[in-house]
């Protein structure tokens, strides 16, 4: 009985690290492709550094949000 706490826990475990390697892979993925958007749309618009700043910040804010709903109890 002892060995089968172990391993739930153990794949308990194993199943929160992929869930927030999960949500880390997207915060670094949102953020390149936001800053990539950002630095594409200030050129475009030849504006001042404003898109490349606003943008990861929202994706930012996203994906914390998301962060916070999934890991609330």
Request: hydrophobic content about 50%; aromatic content about 10%; charged content about 20%.
């Amino acid at each position: 009985m002892m060995l089968k706490k172990k391993k739930l826990s153990s794949s308990n475990n194993q199943q929160f690290l992929m869930k927030y390697a999960g949500l880390g892979a997207q915060l670094l993925a949102g953020i390149g492709v936001a800053v990539f958007a950002g630095l594409k749309a200030d050129r475009w618009l030849r504006t001042l550094p404003l898109f490349s700043c606003v943008l990861p910040l929202l994706v930012l804010c996203a994906v914390f949000y998301k962060l916070f709903r999934e890991t609330k109890p």
